[in-house]
């Protein structure tokens, strides 16, 4: 009996000993990964699905330079957040990561998730030991896999872009639209979202007062596109935009966005 309990003891240790390390790895890896003192060493782990064909090659392929455009934009969004660094995120790749990661369990439940967690965590420590690459803050595992030479079904989400140089402001914007199923990406100004329509054209523009609505968007004034202005700005300047205008007073919270959203027909749930 003594010696059951002996061991019983044993494992307790062994099991809170595991979970201090890692809720203290999880606790330092946050801290690092938003305290904004030095570049983010992202890394980037394309993992092979499969080893042969189209999905093969893909994987083989992938460089740093395929990351450029995202690291513009975060860029661009960690300086609309007050973040001083010129370059936030650094992406790398690294192909050390040499098959898939563990599994989901079948059966998912508390016991077999935490077990799943703990191997997952062990093989994501392992790839970096292997990797020649310095020790990122970040890893990203990205599993490619091979098509069946059928296009998506698109999928009929709003897209919503939101102009705002309050990067706090557009935050909480950002989650409220996006709670209530909209698709929204964030421009600090009217400039960017210009650029930003090229790649990813929206069907509503929400507008902050504190840019100048009657001089800038000339791309997206083209476009015709319902809006959504935050502004005291006259009606001339107002009309430019189109016929469907949506004119908020001062600085509404989201709930007043959304609901001028559905006055636009743009979001139809309660």
Not at 28 to 37: G, K, V
Not at 59 to 77: K, R, T, W
Not at 223 to 251: F, I, M, Y
């Amino acid at each position: 009996m003594a010696a059951r309990t002996f061991l019983g003891t044993v494992r307790l240790a062994l099991l809170l000993a595991v979970l201090v390390f890692v809720a203290l790895g999880a606790w330092l890896d946050r801290r690092r990964s938003t305290d904004w003192d030095d570049t983010l060493r992202v890394t980037v782990y394309p993992v092979p699905a499969v080893t042969t064909g189209a999905g093969a090659s893909c994987n083989a392929s992938v460089d740093a330079v395929d990351f450029d455009n995202a690291a513009s934009f975060l860029a661009q969004e960690a300086a609309a957040y007050g973040v001083s660094l010129e370059e936030p995120v650094r992406f790398r790749v690294s192909h050390a990561a040499h098959g898939p990661p563990p599994a989901l369990p079948t059966d998912p439940g508390p016991l077999s998730i935490a077990l799943w967690s703990l191997r997952l965590r062990y093989w994501a420590w392992r790839v970096a030991a292997d990797d020649p690459l310095a020790n990122p803050d970040v890893q990203v595992f990205a599993v490619y896999q091979e098509g069946d030479g059928r296009r998506a079904a698109p999928v009929a989400v709003p897209r919503v872009l939101l102009v705002d140089s309050d990067g706090r402001a557009a935050s909480r914007v950002v989650e409220a639209l996006a709670d209530a199923g909209l698709e929204v990406r964030h421009s600090p100004t009217v400039a960017l979202a210009d650029e930003m329509i090229e790649n990813w054209p929206p069907q509503v523009v929400v507008i902050s007062g504190r840019h100048d609505v009657g001089g800038a968007g000339g791309r997206l004034r083209a476009l015709r596109l319902p809006v959504v202005l935050l502004t005291d700005a006259d009606e001339d300047a107002v009309g430019t935009w189109g016929p469907r205008v949506v004119r908020l007073q001062s600085s509404p919270g989201p709930e007043a966005i959304l609901s001028a959203l559905r006055d636009l027909g743009i979001v139809t749930n309660s």
